[in-house]
């Protein structure tokens, strides 16, 4: 009897879901289809290189360039080659589009989570403070070339500064990174600025709900330790069952956000920190992304002293390993290639997915919520930022 290959599942069935369940257990359910049983393989079976990447683009709307991005890395790992260009060389268009991304979240994302949308599922966002950003929230065509996306970064800075901030970035922070200290700057700048306004309206929910850190930390400033610890996670996302939807390391549930970046260090883990400071870390990276940007050639590479490390390593003949830290947290893909360098197996590892894990941090901070408190369930959501669709007991609440 003739037999056939199973069709490829379809993309639009396959984005999957969040919902928060203010104090019940597990506080958060869902997931996300396309990453499990092998799903992405089959969709990607047989591609090759350019294909590759636009593929997981389209895939993975959200966070397109990094998937791209990623994506290419892990490509040319795989084919055992050494990605082009200078590995040291501060890598801007990452920047601009992560610098995207954050703003993209604030003007769209957060208006969803507050507590009116998440009663009533619907926000209209107010997109005038963005009249005259130079960085549109969806790009025509992002910059390929260093010095275009180097310029577009230096103009997010004049704007910042002249438009929003009213001062320099660096004396910004000097004088307003600190949790009051902002929390007052966003007060007073309420009526006019609508990510400020949201984040006054969190403040005293988010400075309150103060919940024990475990960051992800698989990147290391030691190379041979990264490298090891890549490894041994390379395995975890090929090997063990479940692990790209409910991942683990070492046993532990983990954060992923942008505060859990390489350049900010080791953490001491398990010391509550508040949801206002998860919150408050996109926009402290908006500001240094844009600064950094105004001080280059002088500024760091792609490496562990980079605002946002990547890179890839070959694991095995045909295999290769990416990652890249973007705006959500930390990105991996994982390819395996045929000898004619079509792929085999395809595999990623999201933010989202170490977020909302079941038995994570978020999941227990939810549940330990009362159960009509909607409010503060949308805010979490709004700090952990998934990629995709999330709601409050049924309440949407984002994407």
Wanted: with cysteine; aromatic share 6%.
């Amino acid at each position: 009897m003739k037999t056939t290959a199973p069709h490829p599942p379809r993309r639009d069935a396959l984005a999957g879901e969040y919902q928060l369940r203010p104090g019940a257990k597990p506080g958060v359910l869902g997931q996300r289809p396309v990453l499990g049983d092998g799903r992405l393989g089959q969709l990607l079976r047989d591609q090759r290189g350019d294909t590759v990447v636009n593929s997981l683009g389209s895939i993975f709307t959200l966070c397109a360039h990094a998937h791209r991005h990623t994506a290419a890395l892990a490509l040319t790992a795989a084919q055992g080659q050494t990605p082009s260009g200078n590995a040291d060389r501060p890598l801007f268009a990452l920047w601009l589009e992560t610098a995207r991304d954050h703003l993209r979240s604030m003007a769209l994302d957060w208006p969803q989570r507050l507590p009116s949308a998440s009663v009533s599922g619907i926000a209209t966002p107010d997109l005038q403070w963005l009249r005259d950003c130079p960085l549109p929230l969806v790009a025509r065509q992002a910059p390929t070339d260093t010095a275009a996306a180097l310029d577009q970064l230096r103009q997010l800075r004049a704007w910042l500064e002249d438009r929003i901030l009213g001062q320099s970035i660096r004396q910004w922070l000097q004088d307003c990174s600190a949790p009051e200290a902002f929390a007052n700057w966003c007060q007073a700048r309420a009526e006019h600025l609508p990510p400020a306004r949201f984040l006054s309206s969190w403040y005293p929910l988010a400075s309150g709900l103060r919940i024990p850190t475990h960051g992800l930390q698989v990147l290391h400033q030691d190379p041979i330790l990264q490298i090891q610890q890549l490894s041994e996670l390379a395995r975890a996302m090929v090997h063990q069952p479940g692990f790209l939807q409910q991942p683990t390391w070492r046993g532990e549930c983990l954060e992923n956000g942008p505060w859990t970046r390489l350049r900010h260090g080791p953490r001491q883990k398990g010391v509550p920190r508040s949801a206002w400071w998860r919150l408050s870390a996109r926009w402290l990276e908006l500001l240094a992304l844009a600064d950094a940007a105004s001080h280059a050639p002088n500024a760091c590479g792609a490496g562990a002293g980079a605002m946002l490390a990547t890179g890839a390593l070959w694991l095995a003949p045909g295999q290769g390993l990416s990652w890249c830290e973007m705006a959500r947290g930390l990105l991996l893909h994982w390819v395996q290639l045929d000898a004619a360098g079509g792929v085999l197996d395809y595999r990623v590892l999201a933010p989202t997915e170490w977020n909302f894990h079941p038995q994570g941090a978020l999941a227990h901070a939810v549940s330990n919520l009362a159960t009509n408190d909607r409010s503060s369930a949308a805010m979490l959501a709004a700090a952990f930022d998934p990629c995709v669709s999330c709601s409050v007991l049924g309440a949407t609440v984002g994407h």
